[in-house]
């Protein structure tokens, strides 16, 4: 079953305006990643967030941990039409060598 | 540095055909995973090696699935026979330690008519 529920399913705004993706997950992490995938292409790692971590920046992203909530949110700052794709949390369900993927929130940026 | 190579980006084949995928991982990478993705499913672990050892297939949905790692440089997943069903884009993906992060290729999707 899938560990990691992203929300909402699809998003559209304007260049220049923020996008938050948020992401629940139902069982202990060590860590909590977001991936990048655009048309017809693999997915991209962005950032990796670990249980002990409550927020994290790289460049225009930030992304926040709460573990008591099971959640986790991705902001994507002053977007751009680049920034257009499917955008994925995966967890470790606890130290697992696996991954459980969301099904992604479908990121559209207007120009 | 090359990433993940995935090979053929695209197949089209006829219900009850073998197909095979094929996959090059990152040198160096321990780790090597196959996914499925569809629209109803999402993206599902179908299999992981480590060090060229199945490690967890549970994912695999019959035995018309099967996987292997000859070296470190080079995996298959092949359906035999293939259906309708098993439509898709397939990625493999690899890492240097585990789950974190994974390098992915750019699929195969695969049409079984």
């Known amino acids: 079953s899938q560990q990691g529920e992203e929300d909402p399913q699809a998003l559209s705004i304007q260049e220049g305006e923020n996008a938050t993706m948020n992401c629940s997950y139902k069982?202990?992490?060590?860590?909590l990643q977001w991936y990048r995938q655009n048309s017809g292409r693999g997915l991209v790692h962005l950032i990796l967030i670990r249980s002990n971590e409550r927020e994290k920046h790289s460049g225009r992203l930030r992304v926040t941990l709460d573990t008591s909530k099971k959640s986790s949110s991705l902001l994507i700052t002053a977007s751009r039409a680049a920034d257009t794709a499917s955008y994925f949390c995966a967890t470790d369900g606890g130290g697992s060598e696996k991954l459980v993927f969301g099904k992604g929130t479908k990121l559209t940026v207007n120009p | 540095d090359a990433g993940v190579i995935q090979s053929p980006r695209h197949e089209v084949t006829e219900m009850g055909q073998e197909v095979t995928l094929r996959c090059k991982p990152i040198?160096?990478?321990?780790?090597l995973f196959w996914y499925r993705q569809t629209m109803m499913r999402g993206l599902e672990l179908l299999i992981y090696?480590?060090?060229?050892?199945?490690?967890?297939d549970s994912g695999m949905p019959e035995d018309r699935f099967s996987a292997k790692m000859p070296n470190a440089s080079f995996s298959t997943l092949k359906i035999q026979p293939s259906e309708p069903r098993d439509s898709a884009v397939y990625f493999c993906?690899?890492?240097?330690?585990?789950?974190?992060?994974?390098?992915f290729g750019d699929g195969t999707r695969l049409s079984i008519l």
């Open positions: 090696f480590n060090n060229n050892v199945p490690i967890d």
């Open positions: 069982t202990s992490i060590n860590n």
């Open positions: 993906a690899s890492s240097d330690r585990g789950p974190q992060p994974q390098h």
């Open positions: 040198s160096g990478h321990d780790y």
